[in-house]
């Protein structure tokens, strides 16, 4: 199985052997558009070369299918979908919800398809996950008529990765997933919260586009939408200067000039005060979820953190969720402490709700995913 992962500036790949999950090969091609690489074709046949140099070419007759991540499935699109002309024409409509994303994800599967047009190729969407969260959280109190006219509504993004995460969240305890109930936070450079009641989704932070919900690298998370009209109002912004400033510039980036929590930790450890207020921002907002998905699952099992910053900042989790033996969560500043790889508990003994750290693994997912498609 080939997953590829086509973002607006990157190609990753990865080849995988599904009889055990393993990988064969896997890389990335950056800055597309700058120099060599002049697009996604070339791109495309990077990767195929890269495959090629190590016998393990795109016209191999091993090769099942490829797996493509694509971002935005809008209402239309809530299972891996196997592409056709018309699904291509599907995700093609959806480019207005996700103008940076879907038109790299079809470069991509269209550049796959011209080189390996018999083989099966599936879309896995990031937001097929949420497409169970029902309506009252799905909607935005505004017109209803305004709202169906213009498809606005929370879709939610890292989908594949939440489902990856509550699964193995749900082994790591033992437990039938269908009987766990789990709180994903999805900690990376784009940052998400999930609520998961027995393996299906309740809840996400996301919402029409990434940008809604918990502070991240770049991004502002929720804001008050007036701080828009005021900008443009008072501070004469344009709509594509506030787009920049709530996507690129903000964050942590906005917050203190740096987006890698690594090099936050060590502003703050000399007593960097902008460090140290980006970090408690961010924080403070992370626990705000984690209350909210309490309430809304009403019994939660484990608490799992995934992706850069919460498979590997111990501070982060511990700040998090410091003193919340109110809502049944006690972290081990201990456990916590120990840096590891693998899936574990970081949370005491007899903690009543879990607290994990579960490494995520995307490209699996969507190799699963793709492989279930095919076989069916
Ligand atoms: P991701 O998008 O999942 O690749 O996460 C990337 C982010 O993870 C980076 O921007 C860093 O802020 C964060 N990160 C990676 N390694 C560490 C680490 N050892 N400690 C704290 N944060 C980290």
Redesign the pocket.
């Known amino acids: 199985m080939l997953v590829l992962n086509s973002g607006s500036s990157s190609v990753k790949y990865r080849l995988l052997d599904m009889a055990d999950g393993s990988r064969l090969a896997s890389g990335l091609v950056e800055r597309i558009g700058e120099g060599p690489v002049a697009d996604h074709a070339a791109a495309l046949r990077q990767v195929a070369e890269e495959l090629d140099a190590r016998h393990l070419g795109l016209d191999s007759p091993r090769l099942a299918a490829v797996g493509h991540r694509v971002v935005h499935g809008g209402r239309r699109f809530t299972e891996p979908t196997l592409i056709t002309d018309e699904v291509v024409t599907g995700i093609e409509e959806l480019v207005p919800l996700a103008p940076l994303h879907n038109p790299a994800n079809l470069a991509g599967i269209r550049v796959a398809r011209a080189l390996r047009p018999d083989l099966p190729q599936v879309a896995v969407f990031d937001t097929a996950f949420h497409s169970t969260i029902p309506e009252h959280a799905a909607r935005y109190a505004i017109d209803t008529r305004v709202a169906e006219a213009h498809g606005v509504r929370r879709y939610g993004f890292h989908g594949t990765s939440h489902a990856y995460v509550s699964r193995s969240t749900a082994e790591l305890l033992g437990r039938e997933v269908a009987e766990t109930n789990t709180i994903v936070l999805?900690?990376?450079?784009?940052a998400s919260a999930s609520a998961v009641r027995g393996g299906v989704c309740v809840d996400t932070s996301m919402g029409l586009t990434p940008l809604e919900g918990l502070v991240m690298?770049t991004r502002s998370g929720d804001v008050d939408p007036a701080v828009v009209f005021h900008l443009a109002r008072v501070g004469g912004m344009s709509n594509d200067e506030i787009d920049t400033l709530l996507n690129k510039r903000s964050g942590?980036l906005g917050l203190c000039g740096d987006?890698?929590?690594?090099?936050?930790?060590r502003r703050m450890a000399d007593g960097d005060g902008a460090a140290r207020l980006a970090f408690d921002v961010y924080v403070h907002r992370l626990r705000k979820y984690v209350g909210a998905y309490t309430a809304v699952l009403g019994r939660v099992d484990a608490v799992a953190f995934?992706?850069?910053?919460?498979?590997?900042?111990?501070?982060?989790r511990q700040a998090a969720l410091d003193g919340l033996r109110g809502l049944g969560i006690e972290i081990d500043p201990v456990r916590n402490a120990v840096r590891g790889t693998g899936a574990r508990i970081v949370s005491t003994a007899d903690s009543p709700v879990v607290v994990a750290v579960v490494p995520?693994d995307e490209e699996l997912e969507i190799a699963r995913q793709t492989h279930t498609l095919i076989r069916s």
């Open positions: 999805h900690l990376g450079n784009g690298g942590l987006n890698d929590m690594r090099e936050i930790g995934t992706a850069g910053v919460g498979e590997n900042s111990t501070a982060v995520t």
